[in-house]
T-cell receptor, first 114, second 113 residues
């Protein structure tokens, strides 16, 4: 089946630094990837939609200058959290879309900003 | 804005009991998906329902899509401790080109042995 590899699985960074999270579709081409954020015991909140070769579309309330998304190829999308602060600590999950109903999720990245 | 209201948000039951989780919206969805998520992992797809009135079964799990395609339910028969987890419904939102998924609030299920 389709697999999305997400790295790193856990990262701890200092406040003010930037962190990059990668998502790769291993056996399919994901023209569209989605980035979600999840707080403890809560559901997934869509942050942005990235399409290969074009600018990402951000959901209302999500700072595009803080959460930089790049989807340079059909198999790789990256999310960079810039100037991270403790309130950015969360579980970030990506999802690659294949076909009309095929969504494959990465295993998530636990970001802790200290 | 398309929203999915999922209930209940928390459920703690004894092994062997039955339960139903509901996912409701005032909007029509082209499809609805149900996922299960373990702590520290990404959601795993359980089922996709597309046709209004559709019923799908996955062992002890029964999924139903409302006739009007605005709601869905997940019924678990004879729950087991291994069913413990976060259950999420998600519907396709936006245009057919964007294909983004909007998630309900989730149902945290705990099955006690």
């Amino acid at each position: 089946g389709a697999v999305v590899s997400q790295h790193p699985s856990r990262v701890i960074c200092k406040s003010g630094t930037s962190v990059k999270i990668e998502c790769r579709s291993l056996d399919f081409q994901a023209t569209t990837m989605f980035w979600y954020r999840q707080f403890p015991k809560q559901s997934l909140m869509l942050m942005a939609t990235s399409n290969e070769g074009s600018k990402a579309t951000y959901e209302q309330g999500v700072e595009k200058d803080k959460f930089l998304i790049n989807h340079a190829s059909l198999t790789l999308s990256t999310l960079t959290v810039t100037s991270a602060h403790p309130e950015d600590s969360s579980f970030y999950i990506c999802s690659g879309r294949q076909g009309s109903y095929g969504y494959t999720f990465g295993s998530g990245t636990r970001l802790t900003v200290v | 804005t398309q929203l999915l209201e999922q209930s209940p948000q928390f459920l703690s039951i004894q092994e062997g009991e039955n339960l139903t989780v509901y996912c409701n919206s005032s909007s029509v969805f082209s499809s609805l998906q149900w996922y299960r998520q373990e702590p520290g992992e990404g959601p795993v797809l359980l089922v996709t329902v597309v046709t209004g009135g559709e019923v799908k079964k996955l062992k002890r799990l029964t999924f139903q899509f409302g006739d009007a395609r605005k709601d869905s339910s997940l019924h678990i028969t004879a729950a087991q401790p291994g069913d413990t987890g976060l259950y999420l419904c998600a519907g396709g939102a936006g245009s057919s080109n964007t294909g983004k998924l909007i998630f309900g609030q989730g149902t945290t299920l705990q099955v006690k042995p």
